[in-house]
């Protein structure tokens, strides 16, 4: 079945450091992929989304780009904030109307 | 943008009581709602997916007669968790679909917080 397999945390960073967190998916077909956020004891808010291959998708400084070859869509940051600290979750919909599916999240702790 | 309702944010029972959660779409029509709970540090178990008008399926595992989930409605579905005791204390979480062929990706209810005592 479809799955999204996420790197493991935490990731520790120092403010202003580069960030990737590394996502990579199987499905079958064209999966739409996305990024969500999710700050302690909220709910998830969507980060950014790309719906086919070689989109980018891009969000308060934050890209990830659609790679069909490699079934990646690695998170990408230049530079992170204190305020960026939060779990992100990267997810696929296979078709409309069919539930998200979720990577086990990445837990982001950056220090000033 | 589409903004789901959930409620309440947290609730607290007692073991053998039953709690009732609910998911409103405020300023969309979604034709179908996604329950999800999440556990301490852990990602999001789809739990069930409910059309509205119509009986919801339940993923394997999850029992359907303690999580009572009813879709009434086009903006409501509610998530009951009957008899509840302290394995079912998690996070709850639903997100709502708007049925126009959107794969732009699902809208989120701010979840529920449920502790069983």
């Known amino acids: 079945g479809d799955s999204v397999t996420q790197m493991e945390g935490p990731v520790t960073l120092s403010e202003e450091a580069f960030l990737t967190i590394n996502c990579t998916y199987t499905a079958t077909g064209y999966p739409s992929l996305f990024w969500y956020v999710q700050y302690p004891g909220e709910g998830l808010q969507l980060l950014l989304k790309?719906?086919?291959?070689?989109d980018k998708g891009s969000n308060k400084g934050f890209e990830a780009t659609y790679r069909k070859e490699t079934t990646s869509f690695h998170l990408e940051k230049g530079s992170v904030q204190v305020s960026d600290s939060a779990v992100y979750f990267c997810a696929l919909l296979r078709a409309a109307g069919t539930a998200l599916i979720f990577g086990k999240g990445t837990t982001l702790s950056v220090s000033s | 943008g589409a903004v789901v309702s959930q409620h309440p944010s947290w609730v607290i029972c007692k073991s053998g009581t039953s709690v009732k959660i609910e998911c409103r779409s405020l300023d969309f029509q979604a034709t179908t709602m996604f329950w999800y709970r999440q556990f301490p540090k852990q990602s999001l178990m789809l739990m069930a997916t409910?059309?509205?008008?119509?009986?919801?399926?339940?993923e394997q595992g999850v029992e359907k007669d303690k999580f009572l989930i009813n879709h009434a409605s086009l903006t409501l579905s509610t998530l009951t968790v009957t008899s509840a005791h302290p394995e079912d204390s998690s996070f709850y979480i639903c997100?709502?679909?708007?049925?126009?062929?959107?794969?732009?990706?699902?809208?989120f209810g701010s979840g529920t917080r449920l502790t069983v005592v």
């Open positions: 790309a719906t086919k291959a070689d």
């Open positions: 997100s709502a679909d708007r049925g126009q062929g959107d794969v732009d990706g699902y809208t």
């Open positions: 409910s059309n509205e008008g119509s009986k919801a399926t339940y």
